[in-house]
C-alpha cells in the first residue's frame, strides 16, 4: 500500500514519518492565535462572516434524549435558519447520532431541504471503545441510511500509547466503507490528546489514511476546540496541500457557543490556511447553541438594536 | 468573496491635544520657546508645536531638580515614596487608552501595539519599581545604598513612554529625581505623563521634563548638576556621551544600537519560528534596538522557513496605525525612511535578492513595507549596520560553530535568538552567544523584572529587574 | 672567596613565555640607597598588542572553565605563592622600601588575596544572577558572564598589582597587567610563581614600564574590553576614558583594595528567556 508516497501504512513508517515533524511550541503556538483574536471584525465584514459561519455549521444533537421530533425541528432550522428571513442561508449539514440519520435524511428532503447533508457520528461515538466489526457495521448503517458524512473517532488509547498503525488501520477501513458515497471526518478528542505536538501528529495520520476532514472533538470533552489547537490543525491542513495537493477540511467542534467565538475561527483560517478554506466545503463548525447566537448578532445589524432570545427558536 | 476586513480605527477623541507645549519643569508646565512642529507620521498631520528647550531650560529643570532632592524627595521614607509610584502606575493603568491612542498618533506604531505592549508594560514598570523604594537594602549594594542625586535621562522615539517608565521609575524608586528629555519626534505621551505627574500629586521638582532636539539633550550631558545619565539611543550618540562625560565624575548608563542575531537550527518549532522571526523583525516596524535583523538559517531547512516566511509576511497588514487589524504602521520619520532606503538600496547594490509583499501604501506619511534579502554574506552593509526598520537580512549556516561566529562578529552585543527543540543545544548556544539578551524560542518579550542591555557597543549597565537598580545607587556602607 | 650571585634577566610575561620587549629597552630599579637591583623590561606598544593577542585567543577557553576549576587554579597560585614568599618579600622590600616585617605582611596579604578570589569563582551566579518572575510563562534568568579581555594599571606596589589582577581572572577573564616603576622586580618574580601554576597560558600577561606609554594605547585597543584604571594618577583618567569611549571600553577605579565589586566590574549580565510548555 502506498499513501501520497509518503508512508506504507506500516508503523515504522508512521513513526518515521510522524517523529520527523516539527514540534509546536506551546507557548509560541498560543500566543499566535491569541495575537489573532484581537482581529476587531466590524460592519460588511462582520456581516459576510455571520453569513459564512451559518452556511459552516453542522447543527448537531447528540443527546441520549435525543427524539425524532427534536431531530425534525433541528432540521427545519437547518434548512431555513430564521424562518422570517429567507436570505439567511442554510447550515452546512445536521450532525446526529447512527439511529436519527433516516429520520433526518426523510425530514430534511421533505421540507426542501436535500442540499444539506446529514452526518453521523460513528465508530463507536464519542469514546470509540468497540471492535473493528462494530465499527464498520456503525458506519455502513449509517451511510446506508442516508449520511453523507461520517464523522469517526480516533482510538485515543491506541494514540497514546503510540500505536500508530492500530489508528491508521482504522481510518484506512473506515474510508473505505465511506467510499465515494460519504466524506469521512476524523475526531481526535484533542482534550485527550493534550499535547500540540500530539495534535499535529495525529493531523498527519488521519490525513495520510484519508481523511477528508480532520475534527477538533465530539463536544463530550473538555477543553476542545480552542483556537491554538484550531490553528495548529490549520497549519497542518495548509502544509499538506503543499505537501499532496489534496486539500483537507478543518471542523472545530465544541465550545464555539457565541458569535465572537466563530468570527476568531474564521480569522484563524483567513490568516493560517488562508482564504481558499473559507467555505463549508473546507471548514465546518460544529456547534448548536452556536446558530442562535449567529442569527442574534445578524438582527442586531440588520436593526440596529440588540435582540432577544425570545425572537429566535429554540430548536 | 474573500474575508476583507472593514476597517476598525480606534476613536482618537478620547485624546486631547494642545497646538503648543511648553516644558515641565517644577511641578508646572511653562512655556517654551522655537517651537517645531511635531507631526503624525502615518498622515504627516501636524498635531503640535513643540519647543526646543535650550540650555537655560535646562539649566531651570536641573535646578528645580536638585531643589527637589534636598528640600522634598531625598527626605522621604522609601515607602512614601513607593507609595507615589504605585499611583502614577494606578493612574496609568486607568488613562490607559488615552496613552495608547496618543502614542499611536505621535510614533505610528500600531495601536494593538501601544494598547497590548507598550502602555500595560509602562504601567508594569512603575508598580514593580514601586514595591523596590523601601526595600533596597536587599537589591545587593549593601546597606542602606543612597541615590545619586539629579539624573539626567535622555530617550528615544521607537517606545516613547516605554522607554520614559524605564527610566523614571528606578530612578524615583532609588531616590534620585530627574530631568528627562523625550526624542524631538515624539514628545506627546511625555508630556502627558507630566500630568500623571500632577494627578499624583508628586512633588513638584521631581519629574522634569524638556523638550528639545540633540542640543537640548547635550545640555542635559553637560550640566554640572546632574550626577547620572541613563540614555538609551544609537551607538555613536553613546560614545558621544562618553567621551562628554569621561572628565567627571557621573555615572551613565547606556542603551545603544545592535545587530541581533536569530539562529534558527533545523529542529526547530518551525511555525512558531516563522512567528518569532515575523515578531522579532516586524514589531514595532522593526525600529526596535534588539530586533532580530539577522537571520541565521540552517541550511537544511533555510528554503522551507523563507518559503513559510514569505506566505507569512503576505498576511502582514499595514497600514492606518489607529486600526485595530494594523500589525505594521508608519516610519516613524522622513529621515528614519530616508535611512531605511538608503540602506535597503545598499543590499541591492551589493547583489542581495529583495522581496517584499505587495503593500498599499498610502501617499501621505511614511511607509515602508516588510522587507526580506536573501543571499546575504557577513560583508553585506544590511548584515552589519543597525536598518532600524522592517528589513531583514537572512543568511544561513551549516555548522553550529559556524552560526554562533556569524552571530558574535559584530562589535553590537544586545540580543540574539535562538529556536530549536533541543534543551541542550538551546543552552549551548545561549553561553556561546556574546548579547545581553537572550530569547529562545520566543523573541521580543520585556518584562520589568527581567534585566536588559548590551555587551560591548551595544552599551553600559543594565535596565530592569535588581541589575537595573544598582546604576541608579551608591553602593551603602 | 665569596662565590658570584647569578642574577635574573627581568623580561616580560605574554602567553606564558618570557620574552624580552620587542623595543629592546630596559628601565634601571635601584633600592632606596640607589644601589641597582634589576634592568626590568620597558614594554612598548607592540607588546601590547601582543598581550592582546595572546589575552583574546586564552580568553574563552579559560571563561568556560568551570567555576571550581578556575577556583582550585586560583587557590594553587597561593600556594605556589606561599612556596616563594621569603624571595617576593625581599624584593618588595628592596624595591619599595618597606622593611622586612611589613614587606612579609605585604606578600602574606597577597597570598591571602588569592584564597579569597579563589572562593569567590562559584558564588558569583549566585551573588550577582538572578531568576526574573517575568508576568508570562517564560522561564527567566540572569546570569554574569566575564567580559573578555581586561587591562589594569595597578600603582607601582605589589599589592595593589595583586587586587587588580586576581578580581579580573576570577570571572574568566583573561588580563593584561601594566605594571609601573620599581613592583615590576616582584610582579615578575611572581610571573613565574604563574608559569609553575595551572592557569593557562595567555591569561594572565604582564607588561612592566611606563604607565604614560603604554595605557593610552590600552584605552584605545578596540580588541579589549575593559580596563582597571585604580593607579592612574586622576588627572590622567579623564583622556584615557575618553579614549576609551571609542569601543564603550569599561572602564573603572577603585577605592576598596578587596571587593566582590572589582570582580563583577568586569563582567555582564547576560538575561536568557525561554517559553514553559508541554
Known sequence: MNFYGIVDGSESSLKNFLSQLPGVDQVGAEARAAMLATRSIKTTSKRWAIDTAISMVDLTTLEGADTPGKVRALCTKAVRPDPTDLTIPSVGAVCVYNDMVSIARTHLDAIGGKHVPVAAVSTAFPSGRASMEVKIQDTQDAIDAGAAEIDMVIDRGAFLSGKFGLVFDEIVKIREVCGERAHLKV????????????????????????????????????????????????????????????????????????????????????????????????????????????????????????????????? | MDFEYAPAPESRSIVSIKPKYGHFIDGKFVNGRN??????????????????????????????????????????????????????????????????????????????????????????????????????????????????????QIIPWNFPLLMLAWKIAPALATGNTVVLKPAETTSLTALLFAEVCQQAELPDGVVNIVTGDGSTGSAIVNHAGIHKIAFTGSTEVGKKIARAIAGTNKKATLELGGKGANIVFDDAPIDETVEGIVNGIFFNQGHVCCAGSRLILQEGIAEEITEKLKARMSKIRVGDPLDKNTDLGAINSREQLNKINELSAAGDAEGAERWNPSCNLSDKGYWFAPTIFTGVTQAHRIAREEIFGPVLSILT??????????????????????????????????????????????????????????????????????HGLASYLKEGK | MSRLEVKKTYKLYINGAFPRSESGRVYEVSDSKGNFIANPALASRKDLRDAVVAARAAQPGWGKATAYNRGQILYRIAEMLEGRADQIANEISATSGLTPKKAHEQLAAAIDRWVWYAGWSDKLAAAFGSTNPVAGPYYNFTIPEPQGVIAV????????????????????????????????????????????????????NILTGSHDELAPWAASHMDIDGMDISGIDKKKRAALKEAGAENLKRIHHFDDAQTPNRIYAFMEAKTVWHPIGV
Open chain 1, 187 to 315: 475526531i481526535f478528542e484533542t482534550g485527550e490528546l493534550v499535547t500540540y505536538d500530539n495534535v499535529r501528529k495525529a493531523s498527519y495520520l488521519a490525513m495520510l489514511a484519508g481523511a477528508d476532514f480532520i475534527k477538533t472533538s465530539t463536544g463530550k470533552v473538555a477543553p476542545a476546540a480552542t483556537p491554538p489547537v484550531v490553528l495548529v490543525m490549520l497549519e497542518a491542513v495548509r502544509d499538506f496541500y503543499v505537501l499532496t495537493n489534496r486539500r483537507i477540511g478543518v471542523k472545530p467542534a465544541g465550545g464555539i457557543r457565541n458569535t465572537k467565538d466563530a468570527i476568531k475561527q474564521l480569522v484563524l483560517v483567513n490568516e493560517t490556511a488562508g482564504p481558499e478554506w473559507l467555505t463549508p466545503e473546507f471548514f465546518r463548525i460544529g456547534a448548536s447553541a452556536l446558530l442562535n447566537d449567529l442569527l442574534m448578532q445578524r438582527m442586531k445589524m440588520d436593526d440596529g438594536y440588540y435582540a432577544s432570545p425570545n425572537y429566535v427558536t429554540i430548536d
Open chain 2, 397 to 466: 549556516f551549516r555548522t553550529p560553530q559556524e552560526a554562533i561566529e556569524k552571530a558574535n562578529n559584530t562589535p553590537f552585543g544586545l540580543s540574539a535568538g535562538v529556536w530549536s527543540e533541543k534543551g541542550s543545544r538551546i543552552l549551548w548556544a545561549t553561553q556561546q552567544l556574546r548579547a545581553g539578551v537572550i530569547w529562545a524560542n520566543t523573541f521580543n518579550k520585556f518584562d520589568p523584572t527581567s534585566p536588559f542591555g548590551g555587551y560591548k557597543e551595544s552599551g553600559w549597565g543594565r535596565e530592569g529587574g535588581k
Open chain 3, 153 to 204: 594599571a595597578p600603582q607601582d606596589e605589589f599589592l595593589s598589582f595583586i587586587d587588580a589582577i586576581a578580581p579580573v581572572i576570577t570571572s574568566g577573564n583573561s588580563v593584561i597587567a601594566l605594571v609601573p616603576g620599581a613592583s615590576a622586580v616582584p610582579a615578575m618574580t611572581f610571573a613565574e610563581v604563574l608559569a609553575t601554576s595551572d592557569l593557562p597560558h595567555g591569561v594572565i
Open chain 2, 35 to 152: 517651537h517645531f512642529a511635531t507631526i503624525n507620521p502615518a498622515t504627516e498631520e501636524v498635531l503640535s508645536q513643540i519647543s526646543l528647550g535650550s540650555a537655560s531650560d535646562v539649566d531651570k529643570a536641573v535646578i528645580a531638580a536638585q531643589k527637589a532632592y534636598t528640600k522634598t524627595w531625598s527626605k522621604l521614607s522609601g515607602k512614601e515614596r513607593g507609595k507615589y509610584l504605585y499611583r502614577i502606575a494606578r493612574i496609568l493603568q486607568e488613562r490607559a487608552r488615552e496613552f495608547a491612542v496618543l502614542e499611536t498618533l505621535d510614533n505610528g506604531k500600531p495601536i494593538r501595539e501601544t494598547r497590548d505592549i507598550d502602555i500595560p508594560l509602562v504601567a508594569a514598570h512603575f508598580f514593580y519599581h514601586a514595591g523596590w523604594a523601601d526595600k533596597l537594602d536587599y537589591a545587593g549594594m549593601g546597606k542602606s545604598p543612597k541615590p545619586h542625586g539629579v539624573a539626567g
